[in-house]
């Protein structure tokens, strides 16, 4: 199994761009999460879905920012219109759905937005 | 709202010592417990899953506690090294198992 699967592992863009972030959970994994990793703030959970259906989204910090799960195999989070403060690290994470079972994450994308 | 603390937030010990990183918690109904680690500029990797009926669990080098009804998760790791040096972060899942909260997470450093 390839794991979880993020793209792009670097992204840099100008302040009011769109920026797409991918990811790609390992096959049989019905739930999927977004998060976020600062130095001020840790990591935070930004949205989750189960059976491609999103749960929570409590944690998505403004309008600007979108998430979406067409299938169980793809996910988009999407920042429109991108500013600086929004420069992170977003990881993805995958896990069963079900009782008893843990994340595993994919390797990020750092985010830089100038 | 479940909050989570680790302590120390950074230790620097010298190869070979046994060390115990602590994980604490608010809220008492969780679910399951994980541990990761992550390195510099990466990802996070699992390192050990305990669920709440359970008092220890074991890979390696690594066994973690967990006390739910105190709040408090250990890892302790034997017969440090220097490819532990790493962050090291505890999770504890909410009461259904679907979220994990994490910690701030503790800095590792292992001295050649």
């Known amino acids: 199994d390839a794991g979880v699967i993020q793209s792009p592992r670097h992204e840099v863009t100008e302040m009011g761009q769109e920026v797409t972030l991918r990811c790609k959970p390992i096959s049989g994994h019905n739930s999927l999460f977004w998060y976020r990793q600062t130095m001020m703030r840790g990591l935070e959970l930004l949205i989750y879905?189960?059976?491609?259906?999103?749960?929570?989204d409590s944690g998505m910090p403004e309008d600007r920012f979108s998430a979406k799960m067409p299938n169980a195999s793809f996910s988009t989070l999407k920042i429109q219109p991108s500013e600086p403060r929004d420069s992170a690290v977003y990881f993805c994470a995958s896990r069963p759905t079900g009782l008893g079972y843990g994340y595993t994450f994919g390797s990020g994308t750092r985010l830089t937005v100038v | 709202k479940q909050e989570v603390t680790q302590i120390p937030a950074a230790l620097s010990v010298p190869e070979g010592e046994n060390l115990v990183l602590n994980c604490s918690f608010t809220d008492s109904a969780i679910y399951n417990l994980q541990w990761f680690r992550q390195d510099p500029g990466k990802g996070l990797t699992s390192l050990l899953l305990i669920q709440s009926s359970q008092r220890e669990q074991t890979s390696g080098r690594l066994n973690a506690s967990l006390d739910k009804s105190s709040g408090r998760s250990t890892l302790y790791i034997a017969a440090s090294q220097p490819g532990d040096s790493a962050t090291y972060l505890c999770?504890?899942?909410?009461?259904?198992?679907?979220?994990?909260?994490f910690g701030p997470g503790t800095r590792l450093s292992v001295l050649p």
């Open positions: 879905f189960n059976n491609n259906v999103p749960i929570d």
């Open positions: 999770a504890p899942s909410d009461n259904y198992g679907q979220n994990f909260v």
